[in-house]
């Protein structure tokens, strides 16, 4: 098992989000019950922590969470240990069972596996998101619940134009069927429409929340996401490496932005609608690399291992116009979330 995070740790994840808290309608939570899948990744350390937060400023709020791993989880985050406002049943999101007797009124379904080794087996990947989303809306109608928020992802879209500086929320821009590496976008695109399908059939209410880049602690330095490789860098390595030709353009919104942003749009987003998820402040990967030198490791060296392409420019920034009229911002800054991201590590 994972060695448990340090209370320096929990404490920096706690100020984190008591620093966006004023933002969340806190309202529309207190009192629900809620169901999460995909509540021990990184979005669920941030959910549960902003969850812990409310729950301590006197907004009950009660979550049962799926995980194939509770104890895990709990061993890696103690700081959720014998929390009398959280559960846990343990299964797959195919085919989990709760007890007869349980409701709940909101639900979150946020579990996909999203590694380099899961996009390696497209098939079990695509029969993942739909067949688990097939398994948390029958469990949605059978436990009562009212309101679903779908996490899905900017991924829907397909390769984003690059004359398009932003991808808009109503872009009915689609990735190609054709390749099979597009198994987690259509996966989720499948995800959307029986959402809108439940609905028909059943009243079920549900909103999209199509989710781009994220920074912060709780994101892994060694998997497949740029910032994290240059956060481990800056922090342990002698170079800033960029493996690529540094052009493709992204953003971050910071973990407990991301949080706030979630459960506000459970409940009060439009039912049917989706929202980019994510910032519009966007860098290309080689400037990011600079940004982490200049905020982390002013010393050292940034180095781009290819050179620059010929293919036209690779985006990957959303347009967050409707998140912006529910009063939804990218609070933490860029700079800052770097920071943070660095102290949290160099506290573990």
């Known amino acids: 098992m994972q060695a448990p995070l340090s209370p320096a740790q929990i404490a920096l994840l706690d100020a984190s989000v008591q620093a966006v808290l004023p933002h969340l309608m806190r309202s529309a939570l207190q009192g629900k019950r809620l169901f999460i899948t ?23 709020v009660q979550a049962c969470v799926l995980s194939r791993d509770p104890k895990a989880f709990l061993h890696k985050h103690p700081q959720f240990q014998a929390q009398a406002w959280l559960s846990f049943v343990q299964g797959n999101v ?5 007890h007869a007797a349980q409701s709940f009124d909101l639900l979150i379904h946020a579990a996909t596996e999203t590694s380099m080794a899961a996009h390696a087996e497209p098939q079990t990947m695509f029969d993942d998101i739909v067949l688990g989303t097939r398994r948390v809306l029958d469990t949605a109608l059978a436990c009562g619940v009212a309101r679903v928020l779908l996490v899905s992802s900017g991924a829907v879209y397909g390769v984003q134009p690059a004359e398009h500086r932003h991808q808009a929320d109503d872009s009915t821009l689609a990735c190609d069927p054709l390749q099979s590496a597009n198994a987690y976008g259509e996966g ?37 996401f740029a910032i994290g490789n240059f956060v481990r860098d800056a922090l342990h390595a002698e170079k800033i490496s960029v493996q690529g030709d540094g052009t493709p353009m992204r953003s971050y919104l910071y973990g407990a932005d991301l949080a706030v942003w979630l459960l506000q749009l459970l409940t009060q987003g439009q039912s049917g609608c989706a929202y980019n998820v994510g910032s519009d402040e966007d860098l290309s990967i080689a400037a990011l690399a600079d940004r982490v030198r200049d905020c982390l490791a002013p010393d050292k060296p940034v180095e781009i291992m290819q050179a620059p392409s010929a293919q036209p420019l690779k985006r990957y920034v959303p347009a967050i116009n409707r998140a912006r009229a529910l009063g939804l911002e990218p609070w933490t800054s860029l700079d800052e979330a770097l920071r943070l991201s660095a102290e949290y590590w160099r506290k573990a």
């Open 38 to 60: 995909g509540g021990t990744g990184f979005f669920g350390l941030w959910l549960l922590s902003t969850l812990a937060a409310l729950n301590r400023s006197g907004c009950p």
């Open 94 to 98: 195919r085919d989990f069972a709760l």
């Open 188 to 224: 989720k695109r499948v995800m959307e429409l029986m959402g809108a399908m439940a609905h028909k059939a059943h009243g079920l209410e549900f909103v999209v929340a199509r989710c781009f880049a994220f920074a912060g602690p709780g994101l892994p330095l060694d998997g497949h």
